[in-house]
């Protein structure tokens, strides 16, 4: 069974979601975006005061990587908090819409959570031919595709791009998500761990986008300091190219090829690399839920 301060199954997960949309039908809907290779439902939770009214979409995803276990934690402790906190109506959800899905990668989350031997498992769970699984589904985007960071092997554990873009249905229903969306969306949020970075295009280079890059570095350091003010560790803000370059990211997708004005990769925590304890995430989800407050508050005001 679910509870919010815990690492969840997929399937309680799954439940949880059912019952927050039964719950709040006036301000959640989930929309089915399809399924996993392995045939999980992935499931869309979209958090609206007024879905008729054609606000600004802020859109996060987590669990892109099956071993990254606080970023589900994350993504639905924002739904807690803003389907059960009076004032998000007043603030958070005033003239913007949340669409959040907490699991992207269904079937590379379950299968790390099988045995310890898996626990650090970080692709999908697709074969490809040879003996090998998995592509890692934030060097799979269809944006500079493969042009660095990446391996070409299908047996390498971490990086490998995949046969083609978008080769992955986690993906593709992410880019579908951003797609059918992208007059709207104007915050892209992709939740990972570890190293408490908060970092924005370009990913594929080092290179810094001439102009904007002020735009998403400032934003970032206001988030950062929100999260610092709560208690938490400020965020290492920077291009994700500048950390290390890799190309295929999610980040640089909705930003370059979508056109999604901000758009970042957040990697929560410092100090525990992937095995984040458990009993810590009533500490750090409320910080980290200060930072997403910015965000909101931000598109807000400008959009
Ligand atoms: O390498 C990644 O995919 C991300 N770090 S993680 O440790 N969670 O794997 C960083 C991605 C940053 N964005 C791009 N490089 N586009
Ligand atoms: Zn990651």
Known sequence: SFSIYDYNSFSAIQEYL????????????????????????????????????????????????????VAPAMALYLIHRLTNDPDARQNELNGVDWYILPVVNPDGYEFTRSSKANRLWRKTRSKSNGNCYGVDGNRNYGFKWAVSGVSNNPCDRETYAGPQPFSEPETQMVRNVMLENAKRLKLYV?????????????????????????????????????????????????SAGKWYPAA??????????????????????????????????????????EGFRVFGAQIKKEF
Do not use: C
Not at 204 to 209: E, L, P, V
């Open 190 to 238: 992709s939740v990972h761990s570890y190293g408490q970075y908060l970092v924005y295009p370009w990913g594929y280079t080092g290179d810094y986008i001439p102009k904007e890059w002020k735009k998403l570095d400032s934003l970032a350091r206001s988030v950062s300091d929100a999260v610092q003010r709560a208690g938490g560790k400020p965020f290492r803000v920077m």
């Open 18 to 69: 059912e019952t927050v949309a039964r719950r709040r039908p006036e301000l959640v809907t989930l929309q089915i975006l399809g399924n996993s290779y392995q045939g999980r439902r992935v499931k869309l939770a979209k958090i609206s005061t007024n879905p008729n009214a054609g606000n600004p979409i802020i859109f996060i995803d987590a669990g892109i990587h099956a071993r990254e276990w």
């Open 248 to 289: 295929g990211g999610s980040d640089d997708y909705a930003f370059g090829a979508v056109g999604v004005p901000y758009s970042y990769t957040m990697e929560l925590t410092d100090g525990y690399e992937f095995v984040f304890p458990e009993r810590l995430l009533k500490v750090v989800l409320p910080q980290f839920y």
